[in-house]
């Protein structure tokens, strides 16, 4: 029986939707756990500096394919691992930028997947921030400065909001017990609203930044549908949980006897506005008109 072994620097616990999403993907190539697959698990509990040991854990298992359960830190640990397992990988940066793969139509080497490019969306997040809260000249933005791609964002959010004659505010976390302490210096700064920076943990953590959201009374804007479908104001970008299946149709797809090289990586290809009018009720806002007809789905 093959054997999968899944690398994240997140938590099992916070990680249980997106498993299932994995899951949903393998089955669709015809692979179920425990019936013709095995999977081990390795979780770094939001410690990154454990990935490398880990990894190499998963390489003398052996296993026949690394799936990376999402995070550049993570696909970097695993491709640093091994150069002959084949890789799939779930992240939101660009992988090309990242250097994991040669480009997306030609990944090369033992490694390919699945990207989010939320990050060529932070314009677009911003302008729907000034639409719906035009008086909000200073605008925070939550970032994990442990993950690569951390300086990068924090200088494409500053030339983003200059664009749109607004300041950012860098606010940061690089654990789940730092989330709460971002937020209070959120509010402390005065900031009008609060762009949520697409990072596995922040994911893992997605109910706990939502109710922290509520809690600060923060009007808030993620990258994916799942953070508004938990009580999220709203989100602009393409949806994790596909992320999550594709990785798990692409896995399926390397057991079969595909090989990483021909398979491109994946991207979305469709972008959503989602809008919670319950959430805006409870802040006390009022979405105008031309931001709910962008919307592809309200939520009421």
């Known amino acids: ?10 938590s099992a616990d916070g990680m249980l939707e997106r498993v299932a999403d994995f899951r949903a993907g393998l089955k669709e190539q015809g692979f179920v756990e425990y019936r013709n697959v095995l999977i081990e698990y390795r979780w770094a509990n939001e410690q990154s500096e454990l990935l490398p040991r880990l990894a190499a854990e998963l390489i003398s298992r052996p296993v026949s394919v690394i799936a990376v359960g999402g995070g550049t830190v ?10 002959t397992i084949p890789i799939v990988f779930a992240i939101a940066a660009d992988p090309v930028r990242a250097g994991l793969v040669e480009s997306l139509s030609r990944p090369g080497g033992n490694i390919t997947g699945i990207v989010g490019i939320t990050d060529q ?26 993950n690569p791609n951390f300086e990068r964002r924090a200088s494409d959010l ?20 730092e989330l709460e302490r971002a937020f209070k210096t959120a509010i402390e700064r005065r900031i009008g ?15 706990r930044i939502v109710s922290l959201a ?19 104001l709203m989100s602009y970008g393409a949806s994790i949980s596909e992320r999550f299946r ?11 006897g595909h090989k990483p ?13 989602v809008i919670n009018l319950r959430t805006a009720k409870a802040l006390g806002l009022e979405v105008p008109p031309t931001v709910l007809a962008r919307a592809e789905e309200v939520i009421e």
Do not use: C
């Not at 029986?1 to 997140?10: E, K, R, T």
């Not at 609203?193 to 953590?205: G, H």
């Not at 594709?246 to 079969?256: A, F, M, R």
């Open 214 to 232: 509520s809690r600060y009374h923060v009007p808030t804007i993620y990258e994916t549908r799942e953070h508004v479908v938990a009580g999220g």
């Open 158 to 177: 500053r030339a983003a909001a200059a664009m749109i004659g607004r300041q950012i505010f860098i606010v940061q976390a690089s654990h789940s017990d």
């Open 121 to 146: 969306l932070i314009t677009k997040r911003l302008e729907v921030v000034g639409q719906l809260l035009p008086n909000a000249s200073v605008i925070g933005a939550l970032l994990n400065p442990s």
């Open 261 to 273: 090289t021909d398979l491109p990586v994946m991207q979305p290809t469709k972008f959503d506005l």
């Open 193 to 207: 609203a609060l762009v949520i920076q697409n990072d596995i943990v922040f994911q893992s953590e997605q109910d």
């Open 74 to 83: 993570t696909a970097l640990a695993a491709k640093a691992s091994t150069a």
């Open 246 to 256: 594709l990785l798990g149709q692409y896995t399926g797809k390397i057991l079969q």
């Open 1 to 10: 029986m093959p054997v999968i072994g899944w690398l994240s620097v997140a």
